[in-house]
């Protein structure tokens, strides 16, 4: 009997937390480019964008587009499909491009391109990972097209929500020096409490991961102990 091959859950694990990532950089620096799309010129500094404020506007749709779906992405990412990897490397190309025109003009126009040379770097580093994925000998252990499971879930999706939730509570105090205080501050408490949010499922996640199989055996022990 062959035995039944299951997705490789260290490279699922991976893909799941480097794509979360690429999905809060992509959807916050969407957002966070409105202040400079829609009125560049109400900043210090930022007076050299104001002939490129529609090419910005673009940008921040396609950006906050692909943030959003990336959403479901990473749950098909657990879920497996056969459109699962073709799906992830549609928001990661579109990622790229908008984070590395954007880091392009800045760099050009202000001589500063953070925070958006950030999420270009992080968005291209996923890409590389998932494009190495489609290498023969690891896209046969990847099983992109296959469900994960039990506790290879809870992993993947734990530790993708915690590292997605402590990135956007603390993105307040990270992107202080390159946004004005009056945006900061109207975004700060919706993104504590997002932040806090998905921290908690994340932490819920792998608590359950760790208990459960425990109790399991606990149980299991019991059991054999009390039928010898």
Known sequence: MTEKQHPSKLGRILALIS??????FTLVGGIGTTCVALGAENYDGMEGLIPFKPLYQILVVLSITAGIWGIPVMV????????AYRNA???????????????????????????????????????LVFLIFHIPS???KMMFDHSLKGEPTQTAGGAAFAICGIMTSTAP???AQTHVEPWISSIRTPLMIVGLALLL?????LTTEIWLPWTRKMTLTK???AVQ
Request: zero cysteines; glycine letters at 10%; charged letters at 10%.
């Open 173 to 175: 105090s990270w992107v």
């Open 19 to 24: 794509m979360g990532l690429t999905v809060f």
């Open 76 to 83: 098909s990412l657990v879920r497996g499909g056969d459109k």
């Open 138 to 140: 690891i896209w046969r």
């Open 223 to 225: 059991h054999t102990i």
């Open 89 to 127: 490397l549609i928001v990661l190309i579109a990622g790229a491009v908008t984070s590395g025109i954007q880091t392009a003009v800045s760099q050009a126009v202000r001589g500063s391109s953070a925070p958006a040379n950030v999420r270009f770097a992080v968005t291209l580093f996923t890409l």
């Open 201 to 205: 499922a994340g932490v819920a996640l």
